[in-house]
């Protein structure tokens, strides 16, 4: 008898379920204490590595015996000058049942990926932030930036969203985006 055929998850699907990068802080917590403990926290995550092809192709294994989780992540960095409608970043998660090694998913990994960043980034702020903190700054304008905004302004409260932004042609969707919340920019042109 053959395994069921994996399930495919595309980002529409994932976004649905993972509107919020908040929902995952808990799973989140709980996977970093385990790397932390070391091989008492039953997590292996060797190193990326990285395939150097025209940009690159990172390949990232992790397995938690804990969460009983066997997955990879396969991330694709790509500059589009001519194609802006193609992301520079794609990312793309497989999830193995760890019992028999059977592909159980296939999830878009791009939405996965910007909220996990953002919600790690709020774990961190939440015990290193002082707390008398009025302005969130945020640096940059892409997918990370918006994905950090909407965590940051959800889970801490500002006086002040600034952004600060390093130049070389990019556009400012970010600012336009965000244009209802003000927003102070600081922007460096090279």
């Known amino acids: 008898m053959s ?15 993972l509107h919020r990068a908040s929902l995952l802080i808990p799973s989140l917590e709980a996977a970093l204490a385990n790397f932390s403990s070391g091989a008492e926290g039953g997590v292996v995550q060797p190193m990326r590595t990285v395939v150097p092809v025209q940009k690159f192709l990172g390949v990232m294994p992790a397995y938690s015996s804990k969460a009983d989780a066997l997955t990879t ?3 694709t960095f790509y500059e589009h000058k001519k194609d802006s409608s193609v992301p520079s970043h794609q990312a793309t998660i497989l999830l193995f049942d760890p019992r028999n090694g059977s592909l159980k ?29 009025e302005v969130l700054c945020i640096l940059g304008a892409g997918v990370q930036a918006y994905s950090h905004y909407e965590v940051f302004t959800e889970q801490f409260s500002f006086k002040e969203v600034s952004q600060g932004l390093h130049l070389k042609g990019e556009d400012l969707f970010f600012s336009i985006i965000f244009s209802v919340t003000p927003i102070t920019n600081n922007v460096y042109n090279n």
Do not use: N, Y
């Open 3 to 17: 395994a069921a055929p994996p399930v495919f998850l595309g980002s529409e699907v994932v976004e649905k379920h």
């Open 73 to 75: 992540k396969l991330v």
């Open 105 to 133: 998913a296939i999830m878009d990994g791009s939405v996965i990926t910007a909220k996990r960043t953002a919600a790690v980034s709020a774990i961190a702020t939440k015990f290193l932030m002082p707390a008398d903190s």
